[in-house]
Antibody, heavy 121, light 107 residues
Framework: EVQLLESGGGLVQPGGSLRLSCAAS????????MSWVRQAPGKGLEWVSG????????YYADSVEGRFTISRDNSKNTLYLQMNSLRAEDTAVYYC??????????????WGQGTLVTVSS | SYELTQPLSVSVALGQTARITCGRN??????VHWYQHKPGQAPVLVIC???NRPSGIPERFSGSNSGNTATLTISRAQAGDEADYYC??????????FGGGTKLTVL
C-alpha cells in the first residue's frame, strides 16, 4: 500500500527557513516523479516543485524559484523541501504527491495528508 | 501556461447528476485529470487522462474532454460526494496547472 507521510511544518518568522520531509512507503521514490503541492488558507491547490526520476532534474513554480529546493534521499525513501526566505504568502498546507507520467501528461496518483506551514511574526 | 476556469460552486440534489466544468482554449488537446478534496484529508484522484477511473473510484464518476471544456460528471450524487473538485493539466515540467476548484454541495 502506497503511503506518504509529511512532517516538518510549523510556525516560522518571515525570512526564516524550514525543511519539510515526506516519508514514502509501498513504493520506491527514485522510480517515480515526485512533487510538492500547497494550499493556502481559503485558496486552491498550487503546484510548488517537482523532481524527476532518472536524472533527478528539479523544477519549481515561479513563486518559489530561488528560495525552495526539492531533493530526495533514496536510502531513506524520503522526499524533502528546503524552504528559505519564507514569506507570509508561503503560509499553506504542503502536500507531497507521487506522480505518474506519460509522454505528454503527468498526474498525481497518491497524496499525503499534508503539513501546515505558517509564516508570521 | 494558461489558467483553467472552474465554477466556484455547483449544487446538486441527492441522487441527481452533477456536472463540473473546466475551461480553457483548446483544452481538448490536453489530458485532464480530476481530484476530490475534502477538508482535512489528502486529495484523491478520481479521473485521470480525461475519462479513466483509478481503481476504487465508483463508476458514478466519469469524465469527458472536448473543444474548450472538460467535464467531470457525478451520477446519483451522495452526501459523501460533497467536496472541492479540481481539474489539472500538465503543460510542461515547470507548469503542472490546477483549476481554481469547485465546491460541490449535495442538497
Amino acid at each position: 500500500e502506497v503511503q506518504l507521510l509529511e512532517s516538518g511544518g510549523g510556525l516560522v518568522q518571515p525570512g526564516g527557513s524550514l525543511r519539510l520531509s515526506c516519508a514514502a512507503s509501498g513504493f520506491t521514490i527514485s522510480s517515480y516523479p515526485m512533487s510538492w503541492v500547497r494550499q493556502a488558507p481559503g485558496k486552491g491547490l498550487e503546484w510548488v516543485s517537482g523532481i524527476s526520476t532518472n536524472n533527478g532534474n528539479t523544477y519549481y513554480a515561479d513563486s518559489v524559484e530561488g528560495r525552495f529546493t526539492i531533493s530526495r534521499d533514496n536510502s531513506k525513501n524520503t522526499l524533502y523541501l528546503q524552504m528559505n526566505s519564507l514569506r507570509a504568502e508561503d503560509t499553506a498546507v504542503y502536500y507531497c504527491a507521487k506522480e505518474k507520467e506519460g509522454a505528454t501528461w503527468n498526474y498525481f496518483d497518491y497524496w499525503g495528508q499534508g503539513t501546515l506551514v505558517t509564516v508570521s511574526s | 501556461s494558461y489558467e483553467l476556469t472552474q465554477p466556484l460552486s455547483v449544487s446538486v440534489a441527492l441522487g441527481q447528476t452533477a456536472r463540473i466544468t473546466c475551461g480553457r482554449n483548446n483544452i481538448g488537446s490536453k489530458n485532464v485529470h480530476w481530484y476530490q478534496h475534502k477538508p482535512g484529508q489528502a486529495p484523491v484522484l478520481v479521473i485521470c487522462r480525461d475519462s479513466n477511473r483509478p481503481s476504487g473510484i465508483p463508476e458514478r464518476f466519469s469524465g469527458s474532454n472536448s473543444g474548450n471544456t472538460a467535464t467531470l460528471t457525478i451520477s446519483r450524487a451522495q452526501a459523501g460526494d460533497e467536496a472541492d473538485y479540481y481539474c489539472q493539466v500538465w503543460d510542461s515540467y515547470t507548469a503542472r496547472v490546477f483549476g481554481g476548484g469547485t465546491k460541490l454541495t449535495v442538497l
